[in-house]
């Protein structure tokens, strides 16, 4: 039958230290029994925070946020949420209009935050999408707005021409308040969310003539690179890498998958290759047999040792980089203090 090896590897420093704080608003049209307004917050990799316009209510999702602040910040936060979900409600129409479009399923999205390095470098963003797509952006540096499509440009001339105190205002926010918070944040949930948690791995096969599942789980922070082996060389071919994806304890998982046949199996030696925090596991598959209906795995512990280490895993950098388009026609629009109507 074929064994699994599993060998460590020697462990190497990291220096990388990023702390974050970001926040994720979506608001849908068109979805029966489904929130019209949810309101997301997470700290580096973990959510902290939820809202959701059925509820009306800010609540904890981690036991470090819940212990060091009281009813009063999370009636502020459902106050916050609650004005976002209206502005959001006439954005939905507003944009639907620009797109000529009709009633149906829509979504208009902000995703904001900003990341503190360990050397004081600090970067905030703040990103508006719509049905999925980039629509807006804010350029911190000129207090102006990068429009993604012909439609943002009606947004874009409208916001500043009318709303510059709103990028004055989220200037301010991302490069003061945030940092402040993310400091708080931290200094609350330090022993989470600094944690260093090796990942297990796992190979699993269903056949011999099925593809290999190379499986890492119940790792943190979220930053691995799992990548294959042919005969001791880097092989990419036929291989399909998952999404990272949470557990529900707060720790990550994800897999690789490699397409080669038996014959291929037999001739060659693949190995996995996983790395995290400065640590990599290696699961070598050898054949001495092939067996059908039987699935293979093996689990690997490893003691993490490395000083200091967070993973530059950043959720925001959505898709190949925002493509601004040239800016043309104008729009009107009403002002808000923070969140202006599109």
């Known amino acids: 039958m074929r064994h699994v090896l599993l060998l460590l590897l020697g462990a190497h420093l990291a220096y990388a230290g990023t702390h974050s704080l970001r926040y994720f608003y979506t608001g849908v049209s068109g979805i029966i029994d489904f929130p019209e307004f949810t309101a997301v917050g997470l700290v580096d990799e973990g959510q902290f925070m939820y809202f959701d316009s059925n509820t009306k209510k800010a609540v904890p999702k981690t036991e470090w946020i ?16 609650i004005k976002a979900h209206q502005i959001f409600k006439i954005n939905i129409q507003n944009i639907r209009v620009h797109f ?12 904001y935050g900003c990341e503190l390095d360990d050397d004081g470098t600090k970067r905030g963003y703040y990103q508006y999408g719509y049905d999925g797509e980039d629509f807006l952006s804010l350029d911190k540096s000129t207090l ?6 012909p439609q943002a440009v009606l947004t874009k001339n409208s916001w500043e021409t009318k709303e510059r105190q ?30 260093k948690v090796s990942p ?22 979220s930053g691995v690179t799992i990548s294959w082996q042919k005969n001791g060389q880097e092989h990419h071919e036929d291989v399909d890498l998952g999404e990272l994806l949470p557990n529900e304890d ?34 070598i598959l050898t054949d001495a047999s092939v067996p059908i209906g039987i699935i293979l795995g093996a689990v690997a512990g490893v003691l993490l040792l490395i000083v200091t280490a967070v993973a530059g895993y950043k959720i925001y950098q959505r898709k190949k980089g925002f493509k601004p388009v040239n800016a043309s026609d104008d729009g009107s629009n009403s002002s808000a203090r923070s969140d202006p109507k599109a």
């Open 66 to 81: 819940r212990q060091n602040v009281g009813e009063d910040y999370w009636d502020k936060e459902a106050q916050i949420d």
């Open 100 to 111: 000529n479009q009709s009633a149906g399923v829509h979504s208009w999205q902000l995703m």
């Open 144 to 149: 102006t707005w990068t429009a993604a499509s």
């Open 166 to 195: 709103l990028a004055e205002y989220w200037k301010a926010y991302l490069e003061n308040t945030c940092i402040e918070w993310v400091q708080k944040y931290v200094a609350f949930g330090k022993d989470t969310l600094e944690r």
């Open 200 to 221: 297990q791995v796992s190979l699993l096969q269903k056949s011999s003539s099925s593809s290999v599942k190379c499986h890492a789980t119940g790792f943190f922070p």
């Open 250 to 283: 707060g720790t990550f998982q994800r897999t690789s998958t490699i397409r080669v046949s038996p014959e291929e199996w037999k001739n060659n030696k693949f190995s996995c290759v996983v790395e995290h925090q400065g640590k990599t596991i290696r699961s």
